[in-house]
């Protein structure tokens, strides 16, 4: 167990010395090629660049909800109107209006609930 400890410990001390070294390189580079730092982390290009990336992920996000709405609200939909078919063909059917309300509350317990869940995945 120790063996394998001072190994890993080894392998890490190696990484970052050859990432310091990277480092230096670049920076050494850089200088040579007489290279500007265009922006940096908390610089206003910076800050610009991750408001935009996170206005994009909000779209991206409430794309996805429209889209999960309008399949439900089309299954429901779909689901509806095949009860309302069988509702005809039955022996005993069940009034227009029932399966309207139902197929009314099928749809917003439906839409609330993925709703929802986009909502948490976003977090």
């Known amino acids: 167990m120790s063996a394998t400890l001072n190994k890993a410990h080894v392998r890490v001390d190696t ?3 050859q990432l ?3 480092k230096a ?3 050494h580079i850089q200088s040579l090629l007489n290279i ?3 922006w940096e982390i908390g610089g206003d290009k910076y800050n610009q660049w991750k408001e935009e990336a996170m206005i ?3 779209h ?3 794309d996805e909800l429209e889209r999960l709405v309008m399949m439900c609200y089309l299954n429901l939909r779909n689901s509806a109107c095949q009860a309302l078919a069988i509702s005809f063909v039955s022996k005993s059917p069940k009034p227009f209006s ?3 309300r139902q197929f009314e509350v099928q749809s917003a317990t439906t839409i609330r ?6 909502l948490l995945t976003q977090i």
């Open 25 to 27: 390189l670049v920076g």
């Open 15 to 17: 990484a970052y010395q």
């Open 20 to 22: 310091q070294h990277a």
């Open 56 to 58: 994009t992920k909000y």
């Open 113 to 118: 609930k993925h709703q929802h869940s986009i």
């Open 60 to 62: 991206a996000a409430l």
């Open 36 to 38: 500007q730092e265009c």
């Open 98 to 100: 029932d399966i309207l």
